[in-house]
C-alpha cells in the first residue's frame, strides 16, 4: 500500500475516531516530538494540494510564521486567498467581491498555529502499523464547536524535532474536512510580514 493511501485512510475522522491509541509510554513520547517540532519551527513555506468536502482539488504556495499567521495562495485562474494574520482567518473571494472572517482561536487552523500548545491536553496519537508516520488528533475538549485538527507527520531525522509535517485535515463544527497535502517544506525561512495582509475585494455590481 502507498503512503498516499495510508495518509488519505489515516485522516478519515470515522477511522481516527474509531482507532486505537498509542500505548499512553509511547502516546507521551511522541507528542513530545510533535511539541518539540512545533516549537522548532517558527516559519515555514510549501507547496500545497488541498481537498475540500466536496472532492475539489486546488493547489498553490502556502507560508507560515508563528504565532497565527499563514496565508494560502492559489493557482493561477483562482482568485481566493486564505489568510491569518495572527487574530483571523479570512476567506476572500475576489470573484465575487466578498470576504468572510473567523477569529483564529475558534478554528482548528488555531491549533497549529499557535506559539506552544497544550498538547497533553487537546491531542491524542493514532496508533498507525507504519512506523515512519506519526498521526495525531488534536480538538479542544471544552470547546469541540471550535472543530478537530488531524495532522500527521512523517518521521525524518534531518527535520525540526525529527518530523516533517506532511499534512493534516481540518474538521469544522458541521463535520466538513478539508484536507491539504504539502511538499517542498522549507523550514525556519525568512518570510515577509506583509504576507499576511491582503487587498480588500471590491463588490461586483450587477
Known sequence: MSFATIFARALIPA????APVAAPAAS???LA???THLQAVSSMTANFTQTDAKG????GTLQLKRPGRIRFEYGRGVDVL???DGK???FVDY????KSSWALNKTPLGILLAQDPDLKRIARVVDDKNPQILVVRAQDPYHKEYGTLILAFIREASAPGGLRLYGWTAVDAQGKQTQVRLSNQRYNVAVPAGAFTFKEPQKRSR
Not at 15 to 18: K, P
Not at 95 to 98: E, R
Request: charge should be neutral; proline fraction near 0%; avoid cysteine.
Open 33 to 35: 516530538k510533535v511539541q
Open 15 to 18: 477511522a481516527v475516531v474509531m
Open 95 to 98: 470573484q465575487v467581491g466578498q
Open 28 to 30: 507521551q513520547a511522541d
Open 88 to 90: 483571523n482567518l479570512t
Open 82 to 84: 486564505v489568510v491569518a
Open 56 to 59: 475539489q482539488t486546488l493547489g
